[in-house]
């Protein structure tokens, strides 16, 4: 079942940053909208007066991060879904398509590391298969529909953003099956960038390393490194993600960051291993 809520009806104040070819205000869906780097990237663009469909599992965290949205800002829609299950996400784009009436950025931001420390030999296959199923499948559905949407809407075209990670160019220790999904959200986004020219759909991948979310909360305690030591680690503001991330969004059509890598400065990123 999907849960859909909207904010206030949208304003017809004068045109800002936020608006597309059309005078109306950019559209965007946020998928793991409820936490971390997706409420981030949520909120900075609202703030910049984009319309965005929050999208996730679970519907409190999602109301959280639409009650984050400064005043004056952009419109919000509030969809319950799990981006594994292609119901869900038909539903997702379909409640975006009635509301907005079209759609100028899919964030493909939601993911999950699965079991943290367990070695190959010993992860459970459905573990795997969950981390497959939300990081890779989940991926892959939502660009679908952004895509199909992207193309036959008029004006024509949009932007796709992924969310790959450090780990789409390096391991980290016990990590394989978030590793094997990262690695294959860059030929995903490849693949997605040459299909989507006829259509002037535009595809880029941000990577990101050690932003101050939840789910990093643990590196500046220890984190097991290559050589088998544990170290605490840097992380930045996830603000500054958030940043990046609209830069990217707010490009002309005609101009993309194919790959953007940001990353805490002195993390042990480069020469790790």
Request: proline share 5%; with cysteine.
């Amino acid at each position: 079942m999907n849960t859909v809520r909207t904010s206030d009806e949208e304003r017809t104040d004068e045109r800002r940053v936020g608006e597309g070819r059309t005078g109306t205000r950019k559209v965007a869906v946020v998928t793991g909208a409820g936490s971390g780097i997706g409420r981030a990237v949520a909120v900075e663009l609202l703030a910049a007066g984009w319309s965005v469909a929050l999208a996730g599992r679970r519907p409190e965290p999602l109301a959280e991060t639409a009650a984050a949205a400064p005043a004056g800002g952009g419109t919000t829609l509030t969809v319950r879904a799990d981006v594994s299950r292609p119901e869900d996400v038909a539903a997702l784009f379909g409640a975006v398509r009635d509301r907005f009436g079209r759609l100028d950025l899919l964030f493909n931001n939601a993911g999950t590391f699965g079991p943290g420390g367990v070695p190959v030999e010993e992860l459970p296959y459905e573990a795997w298969r969950h981390v497959v199923d939300t990081n890779l499948n989940g991926a892959f559905l939502c660009a679908q529909a952004a895509y199909r949407q992207m193309k036959e809407q008029d004006p024509r075209g949009g932007r796709i953003i992924n969310n790959g990670s450090i780990s789409a160019h390096t391991p980290r220790p016990h990590s394989v099956a978030y590793t094997a999904t990262k690695h294959a959200l860059t030929g995903l986004t490849k693949s997605l960038s040459l299909d989507g020219r006829p259509y002037g759909i535009a595809v880029g991948q941000i990577d990101i390393g050690n932003a101050a979310t939840d789910m990093t909360a643990g590196m500046q305690t220890g984190a097991l490194q290559a050589n088998g030591e544990t170290a605490p680690e840097p992380v930045m503001d996830v603000a500054d993600v958030a940043r990046t991330v609209r830069h990217m969004a707010e490009l002309p059509l005609e101009a993309n960051v194919q790959f953007a890598t940001v990353l805490a400065t002195a993390m042990p990123y480069v020469g790790r291993g």
